[in-house]
């Protein structure tokens, strides 16, 4: 079981962070310093099965044992493009942890916050390797449970607290939802796993039935990836989380969702753009195939993620609250992907996923280190920034550059890529193309407007004294995961080959092997 | 070979980099910069002997660069750059516009770092369109001129700036978008090899007419927006009213000229049907923005409003004669641009002057400038004359050819823009009679001529007025060094 060495590092950094705990070592320096030591090392054994040559000698997967068809009674799957999930999941990690070094060093429950970011990213990797729906549904429960008691880390804070409370609620309904349409599924045809699921949509079993299970899916993991209408608990949640925690949530563990979608859905929806249409066990699809009206579905929801997340984005006017509304309408932009279902879509739809990695992540982590110097919540309290913290607020302003998708930046690119790859596919696809670019589009005004707040508006009269902490009040460890994004963000839009070749010749193996 | 463009797209960024972090000395920086750049822009003139081959194996463009950057077997996009006539004669006008405004704006004291960096960072952007040969290097320079060109506007603006700022941004990156979509359609439903723009040529020709319709039309609208075109001319006139004189200058010198010659390049030499089937609907637009921009000019009292209108009837005039689809015509339109950067470059930096001199742009209630600030009066007679269209001043063999197209392909509707002219003409010297002539009315009790840099940066433009008003042939001959728009027939 070498090939799960990336999830055994991950368990066991968080085991023994939560040993120190009990026998007394609470230091967060020191916790945190081990969670960061265990996610650079899963990140690099992740990386090393994807083929990266610089880190070969520690490869634990055979090249020969990826982008296999899995079989029928497998229950996970090595795929290229599920280990490129990997390793976006386990840079989101890593970003936040190494932020949060530099949270308050008096604050209690280093372990927990550390202890469980681990184990939720634990559940992320799992999910990407899923080929059973069960197993999936599982890795996303784990994924659930510990991002509810993430959000609840803070014992004192009532805000946090309530916000725990919400996503618990919400989110035990869509793991029903979810299992509840598993269970369909399972009836319909008599099977969970995730290649015999994407083969049959309609052509056996019963097709209605199926349609619902799907449906059901849909709504439960369509919480997870806050798509409109299952988006509604996203704001609150991200608002009252500790604001280190949103980062994680918006910038990591809603993606879990994604990759749900990729494994449920591309099937179905690449069995008619791209795969010939395959006759299962010497039953061919008859008739009634749902899948066109399931791509039709997930289209349509898209575009409603996206004008619902950026309307509501334009009216708010606290920071958290726009960046998650914002973080609902880039969730529409990687739904889109999913929609067109073609392997050119598909690696759009990762590099968006990678993207908004950097860049909310970043901006959550900005907004925790204003939030730090004595800012106030909302955006007007951000008068001036430009001129206090010329370096804080030009990395700020990249990130938001990059989200509204400013040339020369990873969001441009990204949704150059993806809103290409929908006119590629030609049909109604063109017209899913423009409603995402008229979207972008809209997106600018509100970030535009922060923009403005930040470099145009004189600074308030009183400013608060910063922190003891180094780089003037931000900390080394925050400065440091600030620094990574920003250069992540430019490298990556200026040359993006090197991580997108690599996405795309993954997205063409998971079109043809499934999951 | 010697790789030129990028040479000073590269020189551009590195000056624009300086220059946000040089501070008190940001207008040296600047300053250099902007002198490099005209010799780069020079060099690339004398070097520039012709066109190769269009097709069979030639890229038809001079100077061509291209490098691999995002290959993944369904999208194929490269770095590519290159020069034909159309684009060397606007990478000029930047190189002239940019240092003439670098020089006007020599002592602006509010955070002058930022100031010169975004002016060389609109020009770096317009310089990039104007030479990208691929549809992604294309797009991001011609948003990248978006961002400086929104903060000149919302920090340096006048009272009304924000609004301003944020009407410009949003008519224009809506437009964009649009365009890119197109743009995205074009090549994959053409099959095109790659982004690169020898391959589209080589492919879109083949697309059926309907297809290229679309195409064209959306096109159009995204690059019209920018023209702009009545009826999305609107941002226009609050833009420029609200901008300083330095964005002023770069917004009408440069950026409605990506407009102009983003048809030209990604519609009128791709899309040929697409535009021959839509050209009624163009002669429609551009004569309703040449009487509707001139009647919205006639109207107006502050002198920089009533330059920001002219700009729409001229820019009327350059898509008429893009729409008219020949080689002179098209060559017109290009020569109309320059003049048209130059001469309104010009105009916008004697509003400022009187402005700043006067402390007021209301033209019944400034008089006498003549006998009081001779230098000022002599470039608003430079500027206006040459903008009406006086011979031996850069428009007039502009607007000549023009016309001279138009009579080709419309015939007896060619006396509409010409009555225009003669309205027009009219009105700008009953503006010359008020403001220059008559009584000393208006602005302080004593008051200095043109500052010495603000002069310089006029001077530049007179003498280019001048230059290329006797020797039009100096572009000419460079124009028509084009796939479309020559040789003259």
């Known amino acids: ?515 | 070979m010697f790789p030129i463009i990028s040479l000073t797209l590269a020189t551009l960024l590195v000056g624009t980099l300086l220059t946000f972090v040089a501070g008190a000395r940001a207008r040296w920086v600047a300053l250099a910069t902007s002198i490099v750049f005209l010799f780069e822009a020079s060099a690339m003139l004398l070097g520039f002997t012709g066109l190769p081959q269009f097709g069979s194996g030639g890229t038809g463009f001079a100077e061509s660069e291209s490098y691999a950057w995002i290959h993944l077997g369904w999208l194929t996009i490269n770095y590519s750059v290159g020069l034909d006539g159309i684009s060397l004669v606007l990478v000029l006008l930047t190189a002239f516009l940019q240092l003439a405004t670098v020089i006007y704006s020599w002592e602006e004291s509010r955070r002058p770092g930022a100031w010169f960096g975004l002016v060389l960072l609109t020009c770096l952007g317009c310089l990039g369109v104007f030479v990208a040969l691929d549809i992604l290097l294309f797009f991001l320079f011609w948003e990248a001129v978006l961002v400086p060109m929104f903060f000149l506007i919302a920090y340096w603006g006048g009272p009304r700036r924000r609004y301003a700022a944020m009407k410009f941004f949003v008519y224009t990156h809506v437009a964009s978008v649009v365009m890119l979509v197109a743009l995205f359609a074009m090549a994959f439903y053409s099959g095109a090899a790659s982004f690169d723009f020898p391959d589209l040529y080589a492919a879109t020709h083949g697309l059926a007419a309907t297809t290229q319709v679309f195409l064209a039309l959306a096109l159009f609208f995204g690059f019209g927006v920018k023209f702009p075109i009545v009826p999305f001319h609107t941002w226009l006139p609050d833009a420029h009213v609200e901008a300083p004189t330095g964005g002023s200058v770069l917004l009408a010198g440069l950026l409605l000229k990506l407009g102009g010659y983003g048809l030209i390049r990604w519609v009128v030499e791709l899309l040929p049907q697409g535009i021959s089937l839509i050209a009624p609907l163009l002669f429609v637009i551009a004569m309703v923005s040449i009487v509707w921009g001139s009647v919205l000019s006639l109207s107006q009292r502050d002198l920089k409003r009533m330059v920001a209108y002219s700009s729409i009837n001229h820019m009327g005039i350059v898509l008429l004669a893009i729409a008219v689809h020949s080689p002179v015509g098209l060559m017109a339109a290009v020569l109309l641009m320059f003049a048209h950067g130059i001469v309104s470059g010009l105009l916008f930096m004697v509003s400022g002057s009187v402005h700043h001199t006067y402390g007021t742009r209301d033209i019944p209630s400034v008089g006498g400038i003549t006998s009081r600030t001779p230098m000022l009066a002599t470039m608003i007679m430079v500027g206006s004359l040459a903008s009406l269209g006086l011979p031996a001043l850069i428009s007039f063999p502009a607007e000549f050819t023009a016309l001279l197209a138009t009579w080709d392909r419309l015939a007896y509707w060619v006396v509409v823009p010409l009555v225009i002219l003669v309205v027009t003409a009219a009105f700008y010297l009953w503006m010359m009679q008020r403001l220059l002539f008559g009584p000393a009315k208006g602005g302080p009790e004593v008051v200095h001529d043109l500052p010495w840099y603000e002069g310089a940066g006029m001077a530049i433009l007179v003498a280019l007025t001048v230059l290329y008003g006797i020797l039009p042939a100096l572009l000419v001959n460079v124009i028509v060094q084009s796939p479309v728009s020559g040789p003259f027939p």
Request: a neutral charge; glycine letters at 10%.
């Open chain 1, 1 to 515: 079981m070498l090939a799960f060495l990336p999830e055994v590092v991950l368990l066991a950094t968080a085991l023994v962070i939560f040993l120190l705990d009990v026998v007394g070592e609470r230091r967060l320096e020191v916790l945190g310093g081990i969670a960061v030591a265990g996610l650079l090392a899963s990140l690099a054994l992740v990386l090393a099965d994807l083929g990266f040559a610089p880190l070969a000698a520690l490869r634990t997967l055979p090249a020969a044992d990826v982008d296999l068809i899995p079989a029928t009674s497998a229950l996970f799957a090595f795929t290229s493009l599920g280990l490129a999930f990997e390793a976006i999941f386990l840079t989101a990690a890593l970003l936040v942890a190494l932020a949060s070094l530099s949270r308050p060093s008096g604050e209690k429950g280093a372990a927990v916050f550390f202890g469980l970011l681990l184990i939720a990213t634990l559940g992320m990797t799992t999910a990407a390797i899923a080929a059973d729906l069960i197993f999936l549904l599982l890795a996303v429960e784990v994924v659930g449970i510990s991002t509810y008691l993430l959000v609840g880390y803070p014992r004192r804070d009532p805000r946090g607290l309530e916000a725990a409370m919400k996503f618990y609620i919400v989110g035990a309904l869509s793991t029903a939802l979810s299992f509840f349409g598993a269970s369909l599924l399972f009836g319909a045809y008599g099977s969970t796993n995730l290649v015999i699921l994407s083969q049959a949509t309609g052509s056996v079993g019963y097709p209605a039935l199926a349609l619902a299970g799907y449906a059901l899916l849909i709504a439960g993991l369509g919480f997870k990836l806050t798509i409109v209408p299952f988006h509604a608990w996203a704001v609150d949640v991200y608002d009252g989380a500790p604001t280190d925690v949103s980062a994680f949530l918006a910038g990591g563990s809603k993606k879990v969702g994604l990759v749900a979608f990729f494994l449920l859905f591309i099937g179905p929806v690449s069995l008619i753009v791209v795969r010939p249409v395959a006759c299962v066990g010497g039953v061919c699809p008859t008739a009634f195939d749902f899948a066109p009206t399931l791509q039709l579905a997930l289209g349509i929801l898209a575009v409603l993620t996206m004008t619902v997340g950026n309307v509501l984005a334009l009216l708010q006017r606290e920071m958290k609250r726009m960046l998650a509304y914002s973080s609902i309408s880039q969730a529409g932009y990687m739904l889109l992907g999913i929609a067109v279902g073609t392997a050119p879509a598909l690696a759009g739809a990762t590099f968006q996923v990678l993207a908004h990695v950097f860049m909310k992540s970043g901006a959550f982590l900005v907004v925790a280190g204003v939030a730090g110097l004595g800012v106030g919540p909302l955006i007007e309290d951000w008068r001036g920034l430009g001129q206090r913290r010329p370096v804080l607020a030009t990395a700020f302003a990249l990130m938001l550059l990059s989200l509204a998708g400013i040339p020369l930046t990873v969001g441009f690119l990204s949704k150059f890529v993806l809103f290409s790859a929908a006119v590629n596919a030609q049909g109604y696809f063109v017209w899913l193309a423009v409603a995402g670019v008229l979207n972008s589009a809209l997106s600018v005004f509100y970030y535009a407007r922060v923009l403005k707040v930040m470099y145009v508006d004189p600074s308030p009269a009183e400013i608060p004294a910063p922190p003891a902490l180094p780089f003037g009040g931000i900390g080394y460890g925050r400065a440091a995961a600030i620094a990574l994004v920003v250069i992540a963000i430019v490298a990556l839009g200026v040359d993006p080959q090197p991580v997108l070749g690599p996405l795309q010749s993954a997205a063409n193996h998971f079109v043809l092997t499934g999951p």
